[in-house]
C-alpha cells in the first residue's frame, strides 16, 4: 500500500513538473493562471498524501492553507484582475517559445543532476521529488526572465514557490507550521501589492500590464 | 525565570512591539502633522530598548527568550543596536523631509499615513530577522521587510517610481524564493540529525550540531541561502534593483535600505555562513563570498563615474561597500571578521549620514542630476560640509572609522590572496576618483541661480533663524559622522569588549 502511495506521489510531482511546462509556454494569460491553479492543486494532494503516510498532522493543515490560498483565493483575485483591467492578450515573449521550452529541457537535466546525489540521502518519502522540484524552481526563473509583462513574471514567481513547498513535502516532512502561516501571510500581501500596482500603472498608462523592462538600466 | 532574564525578555518586547504598535497607529493617523514626532518618539522607545538590551546581553551573555523563538547574542546586537539608531536618526531626518515635501504637495493624505506605517513596519521586521531564532521566521521577516519597502518606493505612483518597485518586487521575491529554498535543504540537513521537529530550524539547534550536518546538502542549501540574501544585500550579479529603488523611493528610506536592510541580509548570510563552515570544514563559503565580493567592488567601481543621479552614486557606493564587506568577512579569522565589523558600522552611519545631505542637496535644487547640483558650498555651507565629510569617510580616508577597516581588510587579502588584493585596490582608486570629481563638482563649481527659484518652505526665513534650521537639519548627518569619526580615532574599552564578543561569535 505504501509502495503505492509513494509511487502516486512521484506521479503527482511529475505531473506538477508537466503543468511547470504548461505555463512556460502558454500564451494566454486567464489559461496560465488556471494552470497555476492546477498545479496548487496537485501540491494539495501531495501534501495531504505525505501526511496521511507519515501521520504528520500539521500537513494536513499545510494542505488546506495551500488549497485555501493558492487553488482559490489568489486565482480568484487574478482572474478579478485580468477582467477589471482587461489584460487578457497575448503575452510578448522575449524569446521564442520553442527555445524557452528546449532551455526548460535542459534545466530539468541539469537540475535532476544537481539534486541526485542529495535525494539518496533523504529520510523522507520519494527521493525522485527534490529533482522535479528545483526543476520547477529553476523553470520558474526561466520564466521569469522570458516574459516582459506582470502577470506572467507573478505567476513565474508563484510557479517557483510550489516548486519549493514541494521539495519541502518530498524531501522533510514538511516546514514547522510557524514558518508556513508566515510564508502565506507573505504570499497573500504580495499578491495584494501586485493588485493596487497594476491597478496603478493600468491608471497611469494607455498600454496596460506595463513591463518591468522598460527603462532598465545599468 | 529570573531577574535578569525577565529584563531581558522586556526589553526585547519593547525593540519588537514599539514600532509594531506604532505602525499600526500610524496606518491611521499618519498623516496629522503630530505623526511625524510620534514616528519619533517611537523609534526613540525602539532604540533606547535595544541599545539596553545590548548593554545587557554584552554583560549577561546570548539571550535565549520564549522557548527558544528569539535569540540575540553579541553579532545580533550589534547590528541591532546600530539598525535601531540608525532608525532613530532616520526618523529626526524624515521630520524635516516630509515637512518640506508635504509642503509641496508631493504626497496625499494617504499616501503619508502608508509612509509612516510602513517606516515603522520595516522597523518591526528588520528587529524581527534580527532577533528570530528560526531560520524560517528569518525568511519571514526579510520578505516582510521586502515587501513594506515596495510599498514605499512606489509611494509617489509615479511611472519611474512603480517601475523601480515592481523591479524590486521581482528581483527581490525570485532571490529570497531561492533562500526559502536553502531553509529547507537545511532543514532536511538537520532532520537527518535531531530528527523532524520544530528544533530542526532554530539557528541554536543548528550551530550546536553544525559539525555533524551533511556537507552535500548544505553545500548546496548555502549557495542557495548566500543567492537569496545576496540579493537583498545588493551582491553583483543580483543587484539590479538596488539603484533603482535608491534614486526612486523616498529617501528617508533610501537611507534605512542602504544602511540598514543591505546589514540585515548580511547578517543573516553570517549565521548561514557559520553553519556552513562546521559543516563543511573547508572554505568554500567564504571563498565564494569573497569572489561575489570582489565582483561587486569592480562593477561598481568602474559604474559610478557614469552616474548622473545623486541617489543612485550613493546607490552605486553602497554596492561597492557590500563587496568589501562580503571580502572582509569571506576571509574569516578574527582579524578579518573584526575589521568586517566595524567597516558594517561605519558604512551603515556614514551612508545614511549622506542619504540625509543628499536629500536636503535634492529637495534645495528641485533636481535629482548631478550636474543640476552645483555651488552648495557659497548656498547652504553646512549642508556642503555634512556632503564633503561624508564624502571622506565613506570614500576610506582618515581619520574616519572606515579607514582602518578598509585598510585591514585590503592587509589581511594582501597576505592571502595578492592578485585579488590588486584588483581590490585598482577598484578603489577608480572608485575614489569618480566619487571625489563628482562630489567636487556639487559643493565647489559655479554657483546655482536659478535654485532659488524652487525655495523649500523654511529657506525664507533670513539670518541667525536660517543659520540654526541649517544646522538643525544637518543634525543627523553630523551626528553620524562625529559617531563614525570617535570609532576611526580610538575604541572605547567597552565598544571593544562588544566588538571582540561578536567577533568570537563569528569566527567561533
Same mark, same amino acid.
Given at each position: 500500500?505504501?509502495?503505492?502511495?509513494?509511487?502516486?506521489?512521484?506521479?503527482?510531482?511529475?505531473?506538477?513538473?508537466?503543468?511547470?511546462?504548461?505555463?512556460?509556454?502558454?500564451?494566454?494569460?486567464?489559461?496560465?493562471?488556471?494552470?497555476?491553479?492546477?498545479?496548487?492543486?496537485?501540491?494539495?494532494?501531495?501534501?495531504?498524501?505525505?501526511?496521511?503516510?507519515?501521520?504528520?498532522?500539521?500537513?494536513?493543515?499545510?494542505?488546506?492553507?495551500?488549497?485555501?490560498?493558492?487553488?482559490?483565493?489568489?486565482?480568484?483575485?487574478?482572474?478579478?484582475?485580468?477582467?477589471?483591467?482587461?489584460?487578457?492578450?497575448?503575452?510578448?515573449?522575449?524569446?521564442?517559445?520553442?527555445?524557452?521550452?528546449?532551455?526548460?529541457?535542459?534545466?530539468?537535466?541539469?537540475?535532476?543532476?544537481?539534486?541526485?546525489?542529495?535525494?539518496?540521502?533523504?529520510?523522507?518519502?520519494?527521493?525522485?521529488?527534490?529533482? !522535479?522540484?528545483?526543476?520547477?524552481?529553476?523553470?520558474?526563473?526561466?520564466?521569469?526572465?522570458?516574459?516582459?509583462?506582470?502577470?506572467?513574471?507573478?505567476?513565474?514567481?508563484?510557479?517557483?514557490?510550489?516548486?519549493?513547498?514541494?521539495?519541502?513535502?518530498?524531501?522533510?516532512?514538511?516546514?514547522?507550521?510557524?514558518?508556513?502561516?508566515?510564508?502565506?501571510?507573505?504570499?497573500? !500581501?504580495?499578491?495584494?501589492?501586485?493588485?493596487?500596482?497594476?491597478?496603478?500603472?493600468?491608471?497611469?498608462?494607455?498600454?496596460? =500590464?506595463?513591463?518591468?523592462?522598460? =527603462?532598465? =538600466?545599468? | 525565570?529570573?531577574?535578569?532574564?525577565?529584563?531581558?525578555?522586556?526589553?526585547?518586547?519593547?525593540?519588537?512591539?514599539?514600532?509594531?504598535?506604532?505602525?499600526?497607529?500610524?496606518?491611521?493617523?499618519?498623516?496629522?502633522?503630530?505623526?511625524?514626532?510620534?514616528?519619533?518618539?517611537?523609534?526613540?522607545?525602539?532604540?533606547?530598548?535595544?541599545?539596553? %538590551?545590548?548593554?545587557?546581553?554584552?554583560?549577561?551573555?546570548?539571550?535565549?527568550?520564549?522557548?527558544?523563538?528569539?535569540?540575540?547574542?553579541?553579532?545580533?546586537?550589534? #547590528?541591532?543596536?546600530?539598525?535601531?539608531?540608525?532608525?532613530?536618526?532616520?526618523?529626526?531626518?524624515?521630520?524635516? @523631509?516630509?515637512?518640506?515635501?508635504?509642503?509641496?504637495?508631493?504626497?496625499?493624505?494617504?499616501?503619508?499615513?502608508?509612509?509612516?506605517?510602513?517606516?515603522?513596519?520595516?522597523?518591526?521586521?528588520?528587529?524581527?530577522?534580527?532577533?528570530?531564532?528560526?531560520?524560517?521566521?528569518?525568511?519571514?521577516?526579510?520578505?516582510?521587510?521586502?515587501?513594506?519597502?515596495?510599498?514605499?518606493?512606489?509611494?509617489?505612483?509615479?511611472?519611474?517610481?512603480?517601475?523601480?518597485?515592481?523591479?524590486?518586487?521581482?528581483?527581490?521575491?525570485?532571490?529570497?524564493?531561492?533562500?526559502?529554498?536553502?531553509?529547507?535543504?537545511? @532543514?532536511?540537513?538537520?532532520?537527518?540529525?535531531?530528527?523532524?521537529?520544530?528544533?530542526?530550524?532554530?539557528?541554536?539547534?543548528?550551530?550546536?550540531?553544525?559539525?555533524?550536518?551533511?556537507?552535500?546538502?548544505?553545500?548546496?542549501?548555502?549557495?542557495?541561502?548566500?543567492?537569496?540574501?545576496?540579493?537583498?544585500?545588493?551582491?553583483?550579479?543580483?543587484?539590479?534593483?538596488?539603484?533603482?529603488?535608491?534614486?526612486?523611493?523616498?529617501?528617508?528610506?533610501?537611507?534605512?535600505?542602504?544602511?540598514?536592510?543591505?546589514?540585515?541580509?548580511?547578517?543573516?548570510?553570517?549565521?548561514?555562513?557559520?553553519?556552513?563552515?562546521?559543516?563543511?570544514?573547508?572554505?568554500?563559503?567564504?571563498?565564494?563570498?569573497?569572489?561575489?565580493?570582489?565582483?561587486?567592488?569592480?562593477?561598481?567601481?568602474? %559604474?559610478?563615474?557614469?552616474?548622473?543621479?545623486?541617489?543612485?552614486?550613493?546607490?552605486?557606493?553602497?554596492?561597492?561597500?557590500?563587496?568589501?564587506?562580503?571580502?572582509?568577512?569571506?576571509?574569516?579569522?578574527?582579524?578579518?571578521?573584526?575589521?568586517? %565589523?566595524?567597516?558594517? %558600522?561605519?558604512?551603515?552611519?556614514?551612508?545614511?549620514?549622506? @542619504?540625509?545631505?543628499?536629500?536636503?542637496?535634492?529637495?534645495?535644487?528641485?533636481?535629482?542630476?548631478?550636474?543640476?547640483?552645483?555651488?552648495?558650498?557659497?548656498?547652504?555651507?553646512?549642508?556642503?560640509?555634512?556632503?564633503?565629510?561624508?564624502?571622506?569617510?565613506?570614500?576610506?580616508?582618515?581619520?574616519?572609522?572606515?579607514?582602518?577597516?578598509?585598510?585591514?581588510?585590503?592587509?589581511?587579502?594582501?597576505?592571502?590572496?595578492?592578485?585579488?588584493?590588486?584588483?581590490?585596490?585598482?577598484?578603489?582608486?577608480?572608485?575614489?576618483?569618480?566619487?571625489?570629481?563628482?562630489?567636487?563638482?556639487?559643493?565647489?563649481?559655479?554657483?546655482?541661480?536659478?535654485?532659488?527659484?524652487?525655495?523649500?518652505?523654511?529657506?525664507?526665513?533670513?539670518?541667525?533663524?536660517?543659520?540654526?534650521?541649517?544646522?538643525?537639519?544637518?543634525?543627523?548627518?553630523?551626528?553620524?559622522?562625529?559617531?563614525?569619526?570617535?570609532?576611526?580615532?580610538?575604541?572605547?574599552?567597552?565598544?571593544?569588549?562588544?566588538?571582540?564578543?561578536? #567577533?568570537?561569535?563569528?569566527?567561533?
Amino acid at each position: 500500500m505504501n509502495a503505492l502511495a509513494l509511487q502516486f506521489i512521484d506521479l503527482l510531482a511529475a505531473v506538477s513538473l508537466l503543468l511547470a511546462f504548461a505555463l512556460l509556454i502558454q500564451r494566454r494569460f486567464s489559461a496560465m493562471i488556471d494552470f497555476y491553479a492546477t498545479q496548487s492543486l496537485v501540491l494539495v494532494i501531495t501534501t495531504s498524501l505525505a501526511g496521511w503516510m507519515t501521520g504528520q498532522r500539521h500537513l494536513y493543515l499545510s494542505a488546506a492553507l495551500t488549497f485555501v490560498l493558492k487553488v482559490v483565493l489568489i486565482p480568484v483575485l487574478m482572474h478579478t484582475l485580468l477582467r477589471r483591467l482587461h489584460l487578457d492578450s497575448t503575452v510578448d515573449t522575449v524569446v521564442k517559445l520553442p527555445t524557452t521550452l528546449l532551455m526548460g529541457l535542459l534545466l530539468v537535466i541539469f537540475a535532476f543532476g544537481v539534486a541526485r546525489p542529495i535525494a539518496q540521502l533523504s529520510t523522507a518519502l520519494a527521493s525522485g521529488t527534490l529533482g !522535479i522540484a528545483l526543476a520547477g524552481v529553476l523553470i520558474g526563473f526561466l520564466m521569469m526572465i522570458t516574459r516582459s509583462r506582470a502577470i506572467p513574471q507573478v505567476l513565474a514567481f508563484l510557479a517557483m514557490e510550489n516548486g519549493v513547498f514541494l521539495a519541502a513535502t518530498g524531501v522533510t516532512h514538511g516546514m514547522p507550521m510557524v514558518v508556513e502561516l508566515g510564508i502565506a501571510v507573505d504570499v497573500l !500581501i504580495g499578491i495584494l501589492i501586485l493588485g493596487v500596482f497594476l491597478s496603478h500603472l493600468h491608471s497611469a498608462a494607455p498600454s496596460p =500590464g506595463a513591463t518591468a523592462r522598460e =527603462g532598465d =538600466g545599468a | 525565570m529570573n531577574a535578569t532574564a525577565s529584563t531581558a525578555l522586556f526589553l526585547l518586547a519593547c525593540v519588537l512591539l514599539a514600532p509594531l504598535i506604532a505602525a499600526v497607529i500610524l496606518g491611521f493617523i499618519g498623516d496629522r502633522p503630530g505623526a511625524r514626532l510620534f514616528n519619533v518618539a517611537a523609534s526613540t522607545v525602539t532604540a533606547g530598548a535595544a541599545l539596553l %538590551l545590548a548593554a545587557h546581553i554584552i554583560k549577561h551573555g546570548p539571550v535565549l527568550a520564549l522557548s527558544e523563538a528569539f535569540h540575540l547574542d553579541a553579532l545580533s546586537a550589534l #547590528v541591532l543596536a546600530i539598525t535601531t539608531f540608525v532608525t532613530l536618526t532616520t526618523s529626526l531626518h524624515s521630520v524635516d @523631509y516630509m515637512h518640506t515635501e508635504c509642503a509641496r504637495g508631493r504626497f496625499s493624505r494617504a499616501q503619508q499615513r502608508i509612509y509612516h506605517a510602513m517606516f515603522q513596519f520595516i522597523a518591526f521586521a528588520l528587529g524581527l530577522a534580527l532577533s528570530a531564532n528560526n531560520m524560517g521566521i528569518l525568511w519571514v521577516a526579510m520578505e516582510g521587510a521586502t515587501l513594506a519597502t515596495v510599498l514605499i518606493v512606489s509611494l509617489d505612483r509615479s511611472r519611474p517610481a512603480l517601475q523601480a518597485a515592481w523591479k524590486f518586487f521581482v528581483l527581490c521575491g525570485v532571490g529570497i524564493l531561492q533562500a526559502l529554498f536553502g531553509t529547507v535543504l537545511l @532543514y532536511m540537513a538537520a532532520e537527518r540529525v535531531i530528527g523532524a521537529d520544530e528544533g530542526a530550524l532554530l539557528w541554536t539547534h543548528l550551530a550546536a550540531i553544525r559539525t555533524r550536518l551533511d556537507p552535500q546538502i548544505i553545500t548546496l542549501a548555502f549557495a542557495l541561502l548566500f543567492v537569496g540574501y545576496g540579493t537583498k544585500m545588493g551582491l553583483v550579479p543580483f543587484h539590479g534593483w538596488l539603484p533603482d529603488a535608491h534614486a526612486e523611493g523616498p529617501t528617508p528610506v533610501t537611507a534605512v535600505l542602504s544602511g540598514l536592510l543591505l546589514g540585515v541580509a548580511l547578517h543573516a548570510i553570517l549565521r548561514c555562513k557559520i553553519l556552513a563552515d562546521g559543516a563543511l570544514q573547508t572554505p568554500v563559503a567564504g571563498q565564494l563570498m569573497i569572489g561575489f565580493g570582489l565582483l561587486s567592488v569592480l562593477l561598481a567601481a568602474l %559604474l559610478l563615474a557614469r552616474q548622473q543621479d545623486l541617489r543612485k552614486l550613493l546607490a552605486w557606493s553602497s554596492v561597492e561597500h557590500m563587496g568589501i564587506l562580503a571580502i572582509a568577512f569571506g576571509l574569516g579569522g578574527a582579524a578579518a571578521t573584526l575589521a568586517g %565589523l566595524m567597516h558594517l %558600522l561605519g558604512h551603515a552611519l556614514v551612508k545614511s549620514g549622506l @542619504y540625509f545631505s543628499a536629500a536636503q542637496a535634492v529637495q534645495w535644487s528641485g533636481t535629482g542630476q548631478i550636474s543640476g547640483i552645483r555651488g552648495l558650498l557659497g548656498a547652504r555651507p553646512t549642508l556642503a560640509w555634512s556632503l564633503l565629510l561624508g564624502t571622506i569617510a565613506i570614500l576610506g580616508l582618515p581619520p574616519f572609522s572606515l579607514f582602518p577597516s578598509e585598510f585591514m581588510t585590503i592587509s589581511i587579502l594582501l597576505q592571502r590572496m595578492p592578485w585579488a588584493a590588486a584588483a581590490l585596490l585598482v577598484a578603489l582608486v577608480i572608485a575614489f576618483a569618480s566619487i571625489t570629481l563628482q562630489v567636487r563638482n556639487m559643493t565647489l563649481g559655479e554657483a546655482q541661480v536659478e535654485a532659488a527659484a524652487s525655495p523649500g518652505p523654511g529657506h525664507h526665513r533670513v539670518g541667525p533663524l536660517k543659520r540654526i534650521d541649517a544646522i538643525v537639519g544637518a543634525a543627523p548627518a553630523l551626528v553620524h559622522l562625529a559617531i563614525a569619526l570617535l570609532l576611526g580615532l580610538a575604541l572605547p574599552a567597552w565598544a571593544e569588549n562588544w566588538l571582540r564578543q561578536a #567577533v568570537a561569535v563569528v569566527a567561533g
